[in-house]
């Protein structure tokens, strides 16, 4: 058993653990318009990216930190990875599903 397994063991034990919340509406929360959604990176891509919450991971990292942060402050045991919709499927609608793999592993980082 690693030490990550030992600890979330232990800690299912002692008490319920806490998840956190809704990735979606708290990134709804900021107002983002389609330059934030596109950053410098995607700046000319061919498709509308607003809605592309899981790309945040890439061109807003600073916001996924800090609503993962706010989520452990306010009592979160465990949190999400901003990955809801990081899958070849989902990302093709955006003509980006050869992205899914550094939108999982970006999005595991700032997790």
């Given at each position: 058993?690693?030490?990550?397994?030992?600890?979330?063991?232990?800690?299912?034990?002692?008490?319920?653990?806490?998840?956190?919340?809704?990735?979606?509406?708290?990134?709804q929360?900021?107002?983002?318009?389609?330059?934030q959604?596109?950053?410098?990176?995607?700046?000319?891509w061919?498709?509308?990216?607003?809605?592309?919450?899981?790309?945040?991971?890439?061109?807003?990292?600073?916001?996924?930190?800090?609503i993962?942060?706010?989520?452990?402050?306010?009592?979160?045991?465990?949190?999400?990875?901003?990955?809801?919709?990081a899958?070849?499927?989902?990302?093709?609608?955006?003509?980006?599903?050869?992205?899914?793999?550094?939108?999982?592993?970006?999005?595991?980082?700032?997790?």
């Open positions: 058993m690693t030490a990550d397994n030992q600890t979330l063991t232990g800690l299912l034990k002692q008490r319920i653990a806490i998840l956190d919340g809704a990735m979606g509406t708290m990134i929360s900021y107002g983002l318009d389609e330059s959604y596109r950053g410098d990176r995607f700046e000319d061919h498709l509308d990216l607003k809605g592309n919450n899981d790309l945040l991971s890439l061109t807003q990292p600073d916001i996924i930190r800090d993962h942060r706010d989520y452990l402050r306010a009592g979160a045991d465990i949190i999400e990875t901003n990955t809801f919709n899958n070849a499927p989902s990302m093709g609608d955006y003509g980006m599903e050869d992205l899914v793999n550094e939108l999982n592993v970006h999005a595991a980082t700032l997790a």
